[in-house]
């Protein structure tokens, strides 16, 4: 039997992580259960469905989530930790920028997302040239919390 995954992020930014991410994948930010958003912000919902409990919670105790609209992909949750963030990832998402395109095509749609990622909080760090049969190529960038991931 499969089982089915979220993916937890260490964060100092809960909310300006999940927001990034939610633009970059296309997830929906969820409310509280019961409550429906309209225009409202998500995060000002949160914040008044917990309060109406009678729950204080402080920065240290923020946390986020974001999931995939048509209920594929993984959800995708964002807790407050202390410590900042000292060492490459071992772990990295590869966000499907170019599906189905190769070469120059392909790196041009990788660069026009970077270029979108980067307008949200997103940080080219390198880019890795097509080099077939091995490599299609590929942008390594880094998310509002220095998170690194590619663009493939």
């Known amino acids: 039997m499969s089982r089915r995954v979220q993916v937890t992020f260490d964060c100092h930014d809960p909310v300006k992580t999940a927001r990034f991410w939610a633009s970059a994948l296309g997830y929906i930010i969820p409310g509280p259960p019961g409550v429906?958003?309209?225009?409202d912000d998500p995060f000002d919902a949160w914040k008044a469905f917990i309060a109406e409990?009678?729950?204080e919670l402080?920065?240290?105790?923020?946390?986020?989530?974001?999931?995939?609209?048509?209920?594929?992909?993984?959800?995708?949750?964002?807790?407050?930790v202390p410590e900042d963030k000292t060492v490459k990832n071992r772990i990295h998402l590869d966000v499907r920028s170019a599906p189905g395109l190769e070469g120059?095509?392909?790196?041009?749609?990788?660069e026009a997302e970077c270029v979108r990622l980067s307008?949200?909080?997103g940080?080219?760090?390198?880019?890795?040239d097509p080099d077939p049969p091995m490599e299609q190529g590929f942008i390594i960038m880094a998310d509002p919390e220095g998170?690194?991931?590619?663009?493939?």
């Open 147 to 152: 998170n690194e991931f590619c663009l493939d």
């Open 36 to 39: 429906e958003l309209g225009d």
């Open 53 to 55: 409990l009678g729950i």
């Open 119 to 121: 307008e949200i909080g």
């Open 58 to 80: 402080g920065p240290e105790n923020m946390r986020a989530a974001i999931e995939d609209p048509e209920g594929i992909g993984p959800r995708l949750f964002f807790q407050t």
């Open 123 to 128: 940080r080219r760090l390198r880019r890795v």
């Open 104 to 110: 120059e095509e392909r790196m041009e749609a990788l």
